[in-house]
């Protein structure tokens, strides 16, 4: 009995915390993350101590020559912590795979005795009427296996999210990480891109594709009244993990 009771109050406890992402858009529409602590948000704050600084005039400034980002001729694509970039999700993909194998093998052996040393002879004797030892031992096998399968997918998904430099690595190489929230009605819509980047990889529009994101990391997905409707409950989900049946 109190194994019982111990059950179930794990259970209501796992329900209670499962239900509290929940509760805060009863009755209304889900809040929008707070973006003081995100990491984009850091990095802007702390744009990190460079490597070596070099000696730098006011002439520079207001030069239309200059190398740097905000002259005229110069390049203002993402390069450093901080830095904001356009990424490009066109995922456009089907792929179809089918297989099928087919085994059939049939095997038959069989072993005589009928002359060993009159052995057989003194033993059919005495045995019944109808049995013989000339054929002692047949062994007859057949064994045949099939299988099919097929598999089929199409993903279509094309998304635009503006990602921020969060670190630059020793080797040039640049970690981004991005956030986008869209709110229709009572839905929340929301994507998550990260991964790194090459600089020479980025267009002069400052721009990059999904497929050039090493460890990419993307998530389309949502939270609000529909996407509640749309999950099992978290008891149904403790009771197809734990039943054996």
């Not at 179809?96 to 033993?123: C, K, Y």
């Not at 630059?168 to 640049?174: D, E, R, S």
Request: hydrophobic fraction near 40%.
């Amino acid at each position: 009995m109190l194994r019982f009771v111990a059950c179930l109050l794990l259970l209501s406890g796992i329900a209670s915390l499962s239900g509290c992402a929940r509760v805060d858009h009863i009755g209304r529409a889900p809040e929008f993350s707070p973006p003081i602590a995100s990491p984009e948000r850091v990095a802007m704050i702390a744009g990190g101590v460079p490597d070596a600084v070099g000696p730098q005039r006011r002439t520079e400034a207001a030069s239309l020559w200059s190398a740097g980002q905000r002259s005229l001729l110069g390049d203002r694509r993402a390069m450093k912590r901080g830095d904001i970039l356009t990424v490009v999700i066109e995922i456009d993909e089907e792929a179809e795979i089918n297989n099928r194998s087919e085994r059939t093998r049939t095997g038959s052996e069989a072993l005589g005795i009928a002359d060993l040393f009159g052995i057989p002879e003194r033993v059919n004797e005495n045995i019944s009427d109808g049995a013989s030892l000339d054929t002692a031992v047949g062994i007859t096998s057949d064994s045949r296996s099939r299988g099919d399968g097929s598999v089929r997918r199409s993903e279509e998904l094309t998304l635009r999210v503006a990602a921020t430099v969060t670190d630059v690595l020793p080797n040039g190489v640049l970690a981004l990480q991005g956030a986008q929230e869209v709110r229709v009605n009572f839905e929340m819509r929301e994507l998550l891109v990260s991964g790194y980047v090459r600089p020479e990889d980025i267009s002069r529009r400052n721009e990059i594709t999904y497929d050039k994101i090493a460890n990419a990391r993307i998530s389309y997905g949502g939270r609000g009244q529909i996407s509640d409707v749309q999950q099992p409950r978290i008891g149904q989900q403790v009771l197809d993990a734990v039943l054996p049946f």
